[in-house]
């Protein structure tokens, strides 16, 4: 018997004592007894309401949280402004970026063809939009879809820089994944970031900047 | 490496180091309020709490049909499943997947799944490296010591330990200072080239959603993001019990984890990926599926539900007893209330014989539980499986098995040592008081009895306290260290006969 096998009836002889005909799944809107269960699944807030839950969750994780209008001009000065407070100039762009956010005077490497990630390694720093902002959590959520590149593009360079519009705000995580779900099934990666890379292993102390990127810079345009 | 005398004569040895006991203070303590700042945030906790005890619930009960949609899933995707019935067959699995890369070194996420089945080990046997890139699993791989904390494996040790390991192992350590920031830039250092050259990364999982495929790891380093997309080949052992049917699962468990174990209202990085993405991330893309021993518990219905831990270590950071032995007493890597739970149905009742009794019974455990897992009952439900057991073998070697683990008990409630061979005298001990009780329960006029004797016994025995603190056996364990009651003047019997006297 191949262990796929031997696990397999292992697995079946142990639930000998589950009824035949149980639905295999636990939907919460099949529970005949729903209410202890009930959590939230759509959360409505303010569009106002949602920015500055965002803005203020963000920040508490030690990102940066700058806002401005949604506008190309007003994008390009704030991403300028946080360059400027890191001292960044060579940056990365994934090649799906929308070109208005660049502002001028500063060095903008396409990822296309795909950069080595040494060359990653010695960038100043990686431009991007998002797919889904999370306010409750403070959370950006990635998909690689347009404006987001690949995964190692906001991994590898020490400064992130990320664009996040106000339509693309929602308030909890599951909120979030209703969002998702089209990426996800088309086989997409996603990344879920809150904050810059952080570890909490000596004396259950946090500490900000690890592996990722040491310092995330989020813009919210709305 | 299993201490002969189980939980109690490693617990004694943990009590008697009072560096451990208190980093294990601090670190616990800090952790507690902060989870409970968390999780009193979200408005929806309690439902969540229940949302996820039931996904959990139902995905275990048809768990066969959902590791059969996942591995559909994954193929479908781009990935390859494996199957692996033990840990052995689990590390040749792995070990033949890095010699088919090419490598001698692989990267390692924390995957207390892969410390279960000794991965390290069994690849060094191959002659293949694997390097821990988490910050405390590299701290642990480093002291050469094991994880004592589900989610902080290296809590047992301070800042101050941390310096001078580093400083006498990591290139450039030599001028370290302990602050946290210092250390952790030091890790980052090390680890930073391994993550850029390294083909092959081993990883854990936290989830797998069956409807897609999906994998997701939840970290907070970018450890994981570094292991899960930069080299070409990447490995996820996972336990069976990972699996959750359905994409909107994540909405549930995605909020119950971070809050419970890092008290963040989302951890830093979570990583989903599906099979293999063209143009992002790893070429080649295998999950091993593991047994282990899960189906052994998945077989008890009521110890089943160990098996719906997401691995957030609340139940360690409430617990007494934890925050004073530590995670090495419970001599395996799931320490703590659900290790107590876990150890024994995973590795047999015949290894784990003395952890269902490392509790107080307390509850602290259940209430922090993010999907509710009944580990009080839990651990009842073992300790009477366990003596039954013996119980039932009939032969005195069995009975013998029982008596060492009801030993186990009396010696832990006494906190008080004991050697393996008076483990047998104190069980038959204990068993002869439950008979004794027996009778005496049986009638009310030799209840009452027994309560005069008792009385008149106890007063006489806290007249002569250097005699009761000399007692004999089991009776000795417990009064060596506490001290006797008052007898009262009356039973509530005689009491309430005398009231209801009054009031007529």
């Known amino acids: ?222 | 490496m299993a201490a002969a005398g189980g939980f109690p004569e490693a617990a004694r040895a943990a009590l008697a180091d009072a560096q451990l006991r208190r980093n294990l203070h601090v670190a616990t303590h800090t952790i507690r309020e902060k989870r409970l700042r968390a999780t009193s945030e979200l408005d929806d906790w309690e439902q969540l709490r229940e949302a996820g005890r039931r996904i959990k619930e139902r995905t275990m009960r048809h768990l066969d049909r959902h590791l059969e949609t996942l591995e559909r899933s994954v193929l479908a995707a781009g990935g390859v499943v494996h199957w692996a019935a033990d840990a052995a067959a689990a590390n040749r699995i792995v070990a033949e997947l890095v010699r088919a890369a090419g490598a001698r070194e692989v990267i390692k996420v924390k995957s207390i799944a892969t410390d279960e089945i000794g991965l390290n080990a069994a690849l060094a046997e191959q002659g293949i490296r694997a390097v821990e890139t988490d910050l405390a699993e590299l701290i642990n791989q480093l002291a050469g010591d094991t994880s004592s904390h589900i989610l902080v494996p290296a809590i047992h040790r301070n800042r101050a330990e941390i310096r001078d390991l580093f400083r006498a192992h990591l290139p450039g350590g030599a001028g370290l200072s302990d602050d946290p920031a210092a250390l952790v830039e030091a890790a980052r250092a090390y680890l930073r080239s391994l993550f850029l050259s390294t083909p092959v990364a081993v990883s854990g999982a936290n989830f797998a959603v069956a409807e897609t495929g999906t994998v997701c790891v939840v970290e907070s380093e970018g450890n994981g993001r570094m292991c899960t997309t930069l080299p070409d080949t990447l490995i996820t052992v996972m336990g069976i019990e990972k699996v959750v049917p359905r994409l909107a699962d994540l909405g549930v468990m995605l909020q119950l984890l971070p809050r419970s174990a890092t008290a963040e209202r989302m951890n830093p990085y979570t990583s989903l990926w599906t099979g293999v993405t063209p143009a992002d991330g790893p070429r080649s893309f295998h999950l091993v599926l593991l047994d282990a021993g899960r189906t052994n518990a998945l077989a008890d219905p009521v110890g089943r539900q160990a098996l719906h831990c997401i691995r957030c270590s609340a139940c360690l950071n409430v617990c007494p007893v934890y925050e004073r032995t530590g995670g090495h007493a419970y001599e395996s890597v799931y320490p703590g209330p659900i290790g107590a739970i876990l150890t024994p149905q995973l590795a047999g009742l015949e290894r784990g014989r003395t952890l269902p009794w490392a509790s107080t019974l307390c509850g602290a455990c259940y209430d922090a539980c993010p999907v509710k897992i009944d580990i009080p009952s839990v651990l009842l439900h073992l300790r009477a499986e366990i003596v039954r057991r013996g119980r039932a073998g009939g032969g005195s070697g069995d009975a013998g098995a029982a008596g060492r683990d009801a030993g186990g008990a009396v010696a832990v409630a006494g906190a008080r040592g004991h050697e393996g061979g008076r483990n047998r005298r104190e069980a038959a001990a204990e068993r002869a008081t439950m008979r004794l009780a027996a009778v005496v329960m049986g009638g009310p006029l030799r209840y009452r009895l027994a309560q005069r004797a008792g009385r008149v016994t106890l007063g006489w025995l806290r007249r002569h306290p250097r005699l009761t603190r000399a007692l004999p056996g089991p009776l000795g364990a417990w009064t060596s260290v506490r001290e006797l009651p008052e007898a009262p003047e009356q039973s509530f019997r005689a009491w309430w006969h005398e009231r209801q006297r009054r009031s007529r």
């Open chain 1, 1 to 222: 018997m191949s262990d796929r096998e031997l696990i397999l009836s292992r697995v079946r002889a142990a639930l000998a004592d589950v009824p035949a005909g149980e639905p295999d799944t636990w939907l919460l809107e099949a529970d005949p007894d729903p209410v202890p269960a009930s959590y939230v699944r759509r959360r409505v807030m303010e569009a106002e309401q949602l920015v500055e839950l965002f803005a203020s969750r963000c920040a508490d994780y030690r990102a940066n949280v700058t806002r401005c209008a949604d506008d190309p001009e007003a994008i390009r000065s704030a991403v300028a402004a946080a360059c400027s407070r890191h001292g960044a100039w060579a940056l990365v762009a994934p090649a799906t970026l929308d070109s208005a956010w660049k502002p001028d005077g500063l060095l903008f490497e396409s990822d296309d063809p795909p950069l080595a990630v040494e060359q990653l390694d010695r960038c100043d720093g990686i431009l991007t939009g998002c797919a889904v902002a999370i306010a409750l959590t403070g959370t950006i959520v990635l998909d690689g879809g347009a404006g987001q590149g690949r995964r190692a593009l906001t991994l590898v360079p020490d400064l992130h820089i990320c664009v996040v519009r106000g339509d693309q705000l929602v308030a909890g995580v599951p909120d979030a994944f209703a969002l998702l779900d089209g990426a996800l099934r088309a086989g997409r990666p996603l990344t879920f970031i809150s904050g810059p890379s952080a570890t909490s292993d000596i004396e259950l102390r946090r500490v900000e900047g690890v592996h990722g990127p040491r310092r995330l810079e989020v813009i919210v345009a709305a």
